[in-house]
């Protein structure tokens, strides 16, 4: 239950965001004396209590999930006799506490909830921290702390720094995202990536010093997606894996599965409900044309606070949303349609194919973020409305032929050591010192 404290906290923050989100000075002015309230308070509970060795705290999304990569790690380590006398916290937000508390798969952990008094204590003494998202501006490790940024994806939008288009988003003009980033990116001990792309692009949008990239960064290839390898490996290993995760989501079996996952828009944020998803492709014209065959798996944003209702589609939608891994949906999936999200570069460890589905291509490209690359070498049909979409699908028994050596170059530049033991490297090197992973420098081919 929320203390007293933490019920006005809540409160204030929910009306600061409704108003300020209008006034960029004042908003920056009341961050800065926000931040510094909180901190004060954060190091008075902190301030003596001593750093334990053997205390890991793992935080997925800002308390929201059990997946991605602290849940790879936290899953290494229980299977690692060397940490069976470890004490393993997870934290999670008041609204999924209910939900984790009885996850079986978190039976050896301790949970914690989010923004607690208990929370701030337990991050004053763990000694490692394992997040894939900035932690509060407030909380600064201690300087015998391990603070692990894991961050969740490989970047294709532009991010903090790298932004080049002057954007006022829902709660941060660039400038302003950009010093956040900067902020979190000065605590790191270590930043966990996949490929020389994705360090020296994180490297940049968070500001990390040159000086510091080669201690900093761990290319060890991504902890969260060593499941998809894993399952992979084998066509028996792939059949009896995807068996069990549609028998325990209770995914409609007999049909191909396509699985649709869209990401969120900077400009789409209405006051009191968050961002919203205005563009999703023609279910109805979908289903008309695809449900012999077919079943979408909707997975949306976990930023996007829309409901949705697809109860009038029967089998044909199955929505993903509240699914807490989106790597049990990649494993099971026999296509991905997407637009801008990261999501295709891990699902690209399947090998499987991929659609483009780009409502907005030139407005987001030139009003909204801005990409690496361009979108448009990716591998794979690039639609604009729902009826290229159905003839690209209509047309995947010659998708390899159109983008196999498009897409096998893609994978080695992407994910080149996603071989299903990156978080056994990363615990390797974090916790026992092995010294056998280290930071490339930029990539030997600019990205445009």
């Not at 970047?155 to 006022?168: A, E, H, M, S, W």
Request: aromatic content about 16%; charged content about 30%; hydrophobic content about 35%.
């Amino acid at each position: 239950m929320s203390t007293p404290r933490e019920i006005i906290l809540s409160t204030i923050r929910k009306w600061s965001k409704a108003i300020l989100r209008y006034f960029p000075r004042l908003r920056q002015w009341s961050r800065a004396r926000w931040w510094a309230y909180e901190r004060r308070h954060y190091e008075k509970l902190t301030a003596n209590t001593p750093v334990d060795e053997k205390v890991v705290v793992f935080s997925c999304f800002m308390g929201r999930s059990f997946a991605d990569t602290p849940r790879a790690i936290y899953e290494a380590m229980c299977a690692d006799p060397r940490f069976d006398d470890y004490e393993l916290w997870w934290i999670f937000r008041e609204s999924k506490l209910e939900q984790f508390q009885s996850d079986p798969r978190l039976s050896r952990a301790h949970i914690v909830r989010r923004s607690s008094e208990e929370y701030r204590k337990l991050l004053g003494r763990a000694k490692y921290w394992i997040f894939n998202a900035r932690c509060p501006e407030y909380m600064l490790p201690k300087p015998e702390q391990v603070y692990v940024q894991c961050w969740h994806g490989t970047p294709l939008k532009r991010l903090g720094y790298d932004v080049q288009i002057d954007t006022n988003n829902a709660l941060n003009t660039t400038l302003e995202l950009a010093k956040r980033f900067e902020m979190d990116s000065a605590k790191w001990t270590y930043l966990i990536s996949p490929s020389p792309f994705t360090s020296q692009h994180l490297s940049d949008a968070f500001g990390l010093a040159e000086e510091r990239r080669p201690s900093v960064v761990l290319e060890v290839g991504y902890p969260r997606n060593d499941a998809i390898a894993r399952a992979c490996e084998t066509p028996e290993a792939l059949a009896a894996t995807k068996k069990r995760i549609m028998e325990e989501l209770g995914v409609p079996e007999g049909k191909k599965l396509l699985l649709y996952a869209p990401t969120w828009r900077d400009n789409d944020y209405k006051a009191g409900i968050g961002y919203v998803q205005d563009t999703l492709i023609d279910f109805d014209l979908l289903e008309r044309n695809l449900s012999d065959e077919w079943c979408v798996l909707f997975r949306p944003h976990y930023y996007i606070a829309n409901e949705f209702d697809f109860t009038r589609y029967g089998d044909f939608v199955f929505n993903a949303a509240a699914v807490p891994d989106i790597n049990d949906l990649y494993i099971i999936a026999d296509v991905l349609m997407t637009d801008y999200s990261s999501v295709f570069f891990d699902y690209a460890v399947t090998g499987r194919p991929m659609v483009f589905y780009w409502p907005d291509f030139e407005f987001y490209e030139g009003e909204v973020r801005g990409f690496y690359f361009d979108p448009r070498t990716l591998p794979g049909p690039k639609c604009v409305n729902t009826e290229e979409v159905i003839a690209a699908i209509g047309e995947l028994d010659t998708w390899e032929e159109t983008y196999g050596k498009q897409y096998k170059d893609f994978r080695a530049r992407f994910c080149p050591k996603d071989d299903g033991h990156a978080a056994e490297r990363a615990i390797d090197h974090i916790f026992f010192g092995v010294d056998d992973v280290t930071y490339t420098g930029p990539e030997e081919e600019a990205s445009s």
